[in-house]
């Protein structure tokens, strides 16, 4: 079974940065596109960025471009979202998804047709 493990979430002040981290198993990376989301309380869920399975192309939402930058380490099993200027609007619980090449895309920010997600890392900013 697949498992995605996300990590690096915490509490940070406006301006402050996070780097986190999405490790995942039971698969092989480079046959996957990668997401991440988030999602506010009351909010509907938000597609951050989305990598192809290469890392050759990258996809932000409007609200976090040029703040945010998504990597991936085929060789490490992980993807990377560093996260910089942070800003209280961030504040949510972080998801990274994952779906095969063959069928999944990125739409903009959003990864479509991803098969499987992490349990998520809350992201906290304080202003």
């Known amino acids: 079974q697949v498992r995605l493990v996300e990590t690096g979430g915490g509490r940070v002040e406006r301006g402050g940065s996070l780097r986190l981290s999405c490790t995942v198993s039971r698969l092989t990376l480079d046959d996957y596109a990668m997401g991440w989301f988030r999602q506010a309380p009351g909010q509907e869920r938000e597609g951050v960025s989305c990598?192809?399975?290469?890392?050759?192309?990258?996809e932000f939402a409007d609200s976090v471009k040029g703040r945010f930058i998504i990597s991936r380490d085929n060789a490490k099993n992980t993807v990377y979202l560093q996260m910089n200027s942070l800003e209280p609007e961030d504040t949510a619980m972080y998801y990274c998804a994952a779906g095969a090449a063959r069928y999944a895309y990125c739409s903009g920010s959003v990864l479509r047709r991803f098969a499987s997600w992490g349990q998520g890392t809350q992201v906290t900013v304080s202003s």
């Open positions: 990598i192809n399975w290469s890392g050759g192309s990258a």
